[in-house]
């Protein structure tokens, strides 16, 4: 496939660890309900209807695009993580959060999911959104895309939905342990051909989302989380390379997993590791020693302190992660989701204040 070219590619170059002239920075969920445009089609369109109608995800994934030209560094495809679980056969509807009306109760469940799933076939509609998003794009900025991890998914298909106490899911773990091991890695086979459908198509990085890692204990997460997401890695460059297409990034976004990132950086074989705020960015490095880029990792929650705040924050952390050298290694972003209630000119600042601050 050919696309225009690529005009900025610093997030790329960050990725694989070289310096950059000022930190490329893109926040997840940018393409989300703090923007007024985004509610305006949400307002028409079901949440899934999007994702499965090319022109309308592409559109979305633009929003932020066009809103912040000049201060953005890469697009994501807009979609959701629960698209895989619904590959498996899983109904699962958006109201407002997701709700999955019949989750996996026993391991005997697990007989419903579809066998030899067609990745291609069921999630061709995320592909379409991204080529022609690709095109869209015009090489303005790098286009992401995503995958949920086993372990995070395995938590929604169990759970049924959001979860604050994770009873369900990691009882599985403890009650058993080889059929949960059986699904995540079930789980994952979806997800490898799914990022390489996604490439194919025009991604150039992609992001596995495990969101609830640090939910595991350490050696809970080494046994039932990291075999999976290494998997992953392994098999889509294995795919890759028998297709002959060229590898992209790969990210991991261990969420809470910070006691875990020397151990991630040593083994998972991901380029990047995203971190949340709850490390500091000097430290994550040391953890890491320089084997993966880090992305990153200011408090969401920043974005409702005002501007003296969210200036203030910034340039520590740029500080922290730059150790007064200029930028390597290093894609800036939140430390999760931008949530609902932020005020988008509130975002650009935030931007402002990266490229300022961020700059070598
Ligand atoms: O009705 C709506 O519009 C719902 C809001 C919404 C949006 C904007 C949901 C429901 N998903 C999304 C898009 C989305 N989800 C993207 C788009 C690209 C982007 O701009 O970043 C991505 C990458 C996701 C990934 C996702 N979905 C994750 C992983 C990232 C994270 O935030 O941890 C998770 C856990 C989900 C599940 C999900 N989907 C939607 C919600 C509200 C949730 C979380 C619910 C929960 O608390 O469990």
């Not at 894609?331 to 990266?354: A, K, M, Q, S, Y």
Request: aromatic fraction near 10%; charged fraction near 25%.
């Amino acid at each position: 496939m050919s696309f225009p070219p690529l005009k900025n590619d610093l997030i790329l170059r960050a990725a694989r660890g070289e310096e950059t002239e000022r930190a490329p920075v893109w926040v997840m969920r940018q393409a989300g309900r703090y923007l007024p445009e985004f509610r305006a089609v949400r307002a028409e369109h079901g949440f899934f209807e999007i994702c499965r109608t090319a022109e309308l995800a592409k559109e979305i994934t633009l929003q932020p695009i066009r809103r912040y030209t000049g201060l953005i560094d890469a697009a994501i495809i807009f979609s959701d993580i629960l698209v895989v679980p619904q590959a498996l056969g899983m109904e699962v509807q958006m109201n407002p959060g997701p709700h999955f009306p019949d989750p996996l109760v026993t391991p005997a469940d697990i007989e419903k999911l579809t066998k030899n799933v067609d990745v291609d076939k069921e999630l061709g509609y995320v592909y379409e959104a991204i080529t022609q998003t690709r095109h869209a794009l015009n090489g303005e900025v790098p286009l992401i895309g995503f995958c949920g991890a086993p372990w995070t998914l395995f938590s929604y298909m169990i759970e049924g939905g959001g979860t604050k106490t994770f009873q369900k899911c990691k009882s599985w773990l403890f009650l058993y342990p080889e059929e949960s091991k059986a699904l995540l890695n079930r789980i994952a086979d979806v997800c490898i051909d799914f990022l390489v459908g996604q490439i194919k198509a025009g991604a150039q990085l992609v992001q596995v989302f495990d969101s609830w890692a640090g939910e595991l204990a350490p050696h809970h997460f080494e046994e039932f989380s990291l075999p999976s997401l290494q998997r992953i890695a392994s098999g889509v460059r294995e795919k890759l390379a028998a297709a002959n297409i060229p590898a992209v990034p790969m990210t991991l976004f261990p969420k809470g997993a910070n006691s875990q990132l020397a151990s991630l950086a040593d083994k998972a074989g991901y380029d990047v590791i995203g971190i949340d705020w709850c490390i500091d960015p000097a430290d994550a490095r040391k953890a890491v020693g320089g084997k993966v880029a880090l992305q990153g990792n200011l408090d969401p929650m920043l974005l409702y302190g005002g501007r003296d705040a969210i200036e203030r924050e910034v340039k520590r952390m740029c500080e922290r992660f730059r150790g007064g050298k200029a930028p390597k290694g290093w894609i800036c972003n939140l430390g999760h989701g931008i949530t609902p209630g932020v005020d988008p000119e509130d975002l650009r600042w935030f931007f402002e204040c990266v490229h300022k601050y961020s700059a070598a």
